[in-house]
């Protein structure tokens, strides 16, 4: 199961030259994240007031292909890889049409808001990541 996620590429997300600035991918790649969340109905601000955890990004590895650019609208396409039961790594996808641009493998912790240390994620949650596998 994927979920697809497009915006546009605005000017403050470039460079002088027109094309999207290196660490803008994160921030994208955030907001996908976080609409893959929602739509699977576990919002953070959920798991923050039910369980007092939240997800933390533990490790990124961005591969750039190919350069997005000024007014281009692109896709992020966001798939679990694998649930623990502290922490899941996600695949994002970023395409132009059938152009891959970028790929970027997230591996996401839970921890306790109160005091940062890990948490096992909430069996609703967790349950959620699995059934999103693939």
């Given at each position: 199961?994927?979920h697809h ?9 470039t ?22 969340l ?8 959920d798991?923050?007031a039910?369980?007092?955890v939240?997800?933390v990004?533990?490790r990124a ?9 000024l007014?281009?609208e ?23 049409d059938?152009d ?7 591996r ?6 109160a005091d ?19």
């Amino acid at each position: 199961m994927s979920h697809h996620y497009q915006l546009r590429v605005y000017y403050q997300d470039t460079d002088a030259g027109g094309i999207v600035y290196h660490a803008n991918y994160l921030a994208f790649a955030e907001r996908a994240r976080t609409e893959f969340l929602r739509a699977q109905g576990t919002p953070h601000a959920d798991m923050v007031a039910q369980h007092g955890v939240q997800f933390v990004v533990r490790r990124a590895v961005l591969d750039y292909l190919r350069p997005a650019r000024l007014d281009e609208e692109i896709t992020i396409t966001t798939r679990v890889k694998n649930v623990g039961g502290a922490s899941a790594t996600l695949r994002q996808d970023f395409a132009r049409d059938s152009d891959s641009l970028a790929v970027l493998e997230v591996r996401l912790g839970c921890v306790r808001v109160a005091d940062g240390h890990a948490a096992r994620l909430p069996e609703f949650w967790r349950n959620r990541m699995l059934a999103a596998l693939g």
